[in-house]
């Protein structure tokens, strides 16, 4: 097996990249999000997901829902194992999944951008206006929630990790970045 997960803030483009990879390789694709989402909706609880997640790990420990993600993306059909997961917004989640699936290689893709290219984003996704003052602070809960920590491995582990910064949405990311890449050429 062999693992690439996208990370990074929200609305910087990591599922049309996802996309895009998947579709010129032989990937499975895996967005937590939606999973969660998807078995917050099974599990029937009336409590919105953020309050059913701390419920859950309040009873089973922190890392409940990543053991979760894992059994569900372990039952999935797929004619591949060349995976690419996007949602993860801690290392220790990611640390987690490579513990439970032990990869032959894997590769964290950090894809960050620049302030305007984020709030913009965020706008045209979510069809709503924000304030600059609002959207940092949604920046900043992120980076509190753990993509903070997350960057700074990403950027302190060069050997299995890769950090792009966009200035705008014409900064395409292809898969032109692999090419020297050791970790995904194997892919």
Sequence with gaps: MKILFLTGPHAVGKSYFMQQLATTNNFFQFDTGPEMRRMHKESLSEKNIGEWVDELEKAYGSLVTC???????????????????TGFRQIEGIEYMINYFQPENYEILYIDGIFELLKNNFILRENRNISDEDFQKYLLSEEEWGLRNLKDYVLNNPSNCRYIKKQSNSDEITTDIFKNNKVLNKL
């Design 67 to 85: 053991d979760m993600l894992c059994k569900v993306l372990e039952s999935r059909e797929r004619d591949t194992d060349n995976i690419i997961i």
